[in-house]
């Protein structure tokens, strides 16, 4: 009935590069290979952090609950992946920056034809993404949004040269959104959230892969936890793929579906 995983030990004596080349092996995007004229289905792997009691935040930022290893990790993800998607709020909240090509994944990169960074989609209804918002107007970053976003946003938006991509009517449609990103080759996907993309994608049954730290603190207080949807809750069995601890008490677990591929 119980079985026994052995979590892997990060530890922080340990050389930089070796341990990056480690979890990028552990955190590799399965093999898809492309069926045209069929375009492959974009892996979707989602990446959050919560204390142990469940707190997404901690005084409004994700940023208290992270630590050395936590960043080492979401730096091996983001050199694994074709596209980074993060929800507008989390984007300007979190201050995210265009991820940058990184020297360490650079040779990787290329030998699987990735470009040297990964894409950035920021995804709203609202498109209320300040115009001085310096990703924006990047080649590499595009706005997925849908036909009710205000017009005058859209144009604001538009004429600072931003790329706006049109996914659905009332809200972004996540299965779209996936035939988007095949069209542009980016079939390994990483969302960095937040709690309402999370659970956008978990209502699609479009998530892969969850990849979970838990931070080793207690918050109580009243932030909410790393998924949240309207309507009725799923129930979408996983499984552990694997479990890695660091010096610092940090838990990074990678839960994968437990059927269908993935699996
Ligand atoms: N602990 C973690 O790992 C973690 C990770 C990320 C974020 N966070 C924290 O989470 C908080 C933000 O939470 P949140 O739930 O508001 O973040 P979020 O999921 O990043 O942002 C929600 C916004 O994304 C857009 N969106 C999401 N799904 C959509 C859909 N299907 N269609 C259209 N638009 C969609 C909407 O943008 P518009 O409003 O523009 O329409 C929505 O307001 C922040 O405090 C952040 O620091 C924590």
């Not at 922080?12 to 955190?27: F, N």
């Not at 994944?105 to 699987?112: E, I, L, N, T, Y």
């Not at 790329?163 to 959104?177: K, P, R, Y």
Request: charge should be negative.
């Amino acid at each position: 009935m119980f079985g026994v995983q052995k979590a892997t030990q990060l530890t922080s004596g340990d050389d930089e590069a070796a341990t990056l080349r480690r979890l990028a092996g552990l955190y590799a995007y399965p093999d898809r290979p492309a069926s045209p004229p069929c375009l492959p289905r974009p892996f979707l792997r989602a990446n959050m952090v919560s204390s142990i009691d469940g707190a997404v935040t901690h005084n409004g930022k994700s940023g208290d609950l992270g630590g050395p290893g936590d960043r080492t990790i979401f730096r091996v993800l983001r050199g694994l992946a074709d596209l980074v998607l993060v929800g507008a709020n989390t984007a300007a909240t979190e201050g995210y920056r265009q991820p940058a090509p990184d020297d360490m994944f650079a040779a990787d990169r290329a030998a699987r034809e990735q470009h040297p960074a990964p894409a950035l989609a920021l995804v709203s209804r609202s498109l209320s993404i300040p115009g001085d918002y310096t990703p924006l107007t990047h080649p590499d970053t595009v706005v997925v949004t849908c036909r009710a976003a205000p017009p005058e946003r859209r144009a604001a938006l538009t004429a600072i040269g931003a790329t706006l991509i049109d996914c659905g009517d009332d809200t972004v449609d996540i299965d779209q959104l996936l035939d988007v990103c095949a069209e542009r080759g980016w079939v390994r996907m990483l969302s960095e959230g937040g709690p309402s993309l999370l659970g956008a994608l978990i209502d699609a049954d479009v998530v892969d892969e969850l990849c979970v730290t838990t931070s080793p603190t207690l918050v109580a207080g009243d932030s909410g936890r790393i998924a949240r949807a309207p309507g009725k809750a799923a129930l979408h069995a996983m499984r552990p793929a694997t479990i890695i601890t660091d010096d610092d008490g940090f838990v990074f677990t990678r839960w994968t579906r437990a059927t269908g591929e993935g699996a």
